[in-house]
């Protein structure tokens, strides 16, 4: 068969339940047309419906789904094999978790004579491990080393100097498909939390439909 006298359509249905809502669905993978209509489902909960249609020669395709506060979800199909077979559905819609570990400060009232430092561990646990660290908050440095906890997890230590006159950082840890997570810190009297870390939800992706093969055949 000539894959390119072929066509080939899937269908998705894609939420983020009680979330944030999605705010963007895109193409990751595959050169094919996507086209997305949202409703209103069960419990007022939007759903954005997707169809994906591709020429048989672009067999694969990855749907990537982000929330309003940057979580990333996404799905892959491939009709390579079997012609209908998920192959590799993304499962990490967890953040990686970041915690402040210590904090060291001898500010004087002259605060550009004096700086302090903050430590700080972030993991993603069994997830796909973190990315990138960086700061979203704070113009001290930042230096990050890497190394193998308990469980074979990777454990990213991050260590931030300041001068006393910037008296707030907010790291920002992103895992491979891109899950957000943040840690703030304030050497002021009252530290406050940054909003997005009590409300970001994950994405969730529900391949709905099965992808019919050659069904758009010239
Ligand atoms: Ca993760």
């Given at each position: 068969m000539n894959c390119s006298e072929s066509r080939?359509?899937?269908?998705?249905?894609?939420?983020?339940?009680n979330g944030t809502g999605i705010q963007t669905?895109?193409?990751?993978?595959?050169?094919?047309?996507?086209?997305?209509?949202?409703?209103?489902g069960e419990g007022g909960i939007n759903i954005t419906f997707a169809t994906y249609n591709a020429s048989c020669c672009s067999p694969n395709v990855e749907l990537v789904a982000v929330d309003a506060v940057g979580?990333?979800?996404?799905?892959?199909?491939?009709i390579r094999d079997s012609g209908i077979t998920v192959l590799n559905q993304v499962t990490d819609f967890s953040r990686p978790v970041c915690q402040v570990e210590s904090v060291s400060s001898s500010c004087s009232v002259n605060c550009s004579e004096s700086r302090w430092e903050l430590s700080a561990s972030l993991t993603d646990g069994n997830g796909t491990g973190?990315?990138?660290v960086s700061l979203r908050l704070g113009d001290g440095t930042l230096d990050t080393t890497t190394s193998l906890g308990e469980g074979g997890i990777n454990i990213t230590i991050a260590t931030y100097n300041a001068s006393c006159c910037s008296p707030n950082v907010e790291l920002v840890a992103v895992d491979a498909v891109g899950n957000v997570g943040t840690c703030f810190h304030s050497i002021r009297a009252t530290p406050t939390p940054a909003p997005?870390?009590?409300?970001?939800?994950r994405v969730l992706l529900l391949l709905m439909s099965t992808a019919l093969l050659s069904a758009f055949q010239a």
């Open positions: 080939w359509e899937l269908s998705a249905n894609l939420t983020d339940g669905v895109s193409l990751r993978v595959g050169d094919g047309t996507l086209d997305t209509t949202t409703s209103l979580n990333v979800g996404t799905c892959f199909h491939s973190i990315q990138t997005s870390s009590a409300t970001a939800l």
